[in-house]
Nanobody, 122 residues
Framework: QVQLVESGGGLVLAGGSLRLSCAAS????????MGWYRQTPGKQRELVAT???????RYADSAKGRFTISRDNAANTMYLQMNTLKPEDTAVYYC????????????????WGQGTQVTVSS
């Protein structure tokens, strides 16, 4: 029953910024690690950044220094602030999360959002 919904994508000029949001909803007890991944047609989905429930972050080399991942645990929401965007950042960005349902007996959830398109033009 847990769902992730991404928002904030769009078309921007190179050098611009976007802030992506990922809102989790449903019968959630807790969310542990969350992350942003991106995929371009013809390429495999790749990790952009991850963040643990305690705030430990990891970034792909391509994202370091330009992107910032954060989360608001009270709101079950994760963000990706993207600055100094480049055309090569163009992709569908997907939210990923794992955690526990409120309902006892269910296994941990491992889910993906539907994706949000980011297009950076030169």
């Amino acid at each position: 029953q847990v769902q992730l919904v991404e928002s904030g994508g769009g078309l921007v000029l190179a050098g611009g910024s976007l802030r992506l949001s990922c809102a989790a909803s449903g019968s959630i007890f807790s969310i542990d690690e969350m992350g942003w991944y991106r995929q371009t047609p013809g390429k495999q989905r790749e990790l952009v950044a991850t963040i643990t429930g305690r705030g430990t972050t990891r970034y792909a080399d391509s994202a370091k220094g330009r992107f910032t991942i954060s989360r608001d645990n009270a709101a079950n929401t994760m963000y990706l602030q993207m600055n100094t965007l480049k055309p090569e950042d163009t992709a569908v960005y997907y939210c990923h999360a794992d955690g526990l349902h409120r309902r006892p007996g269910l296994p941990r959830f491992v889910i993906w959002g539907q994706g949000t398109q980011v297009t950076v033009s030169s």
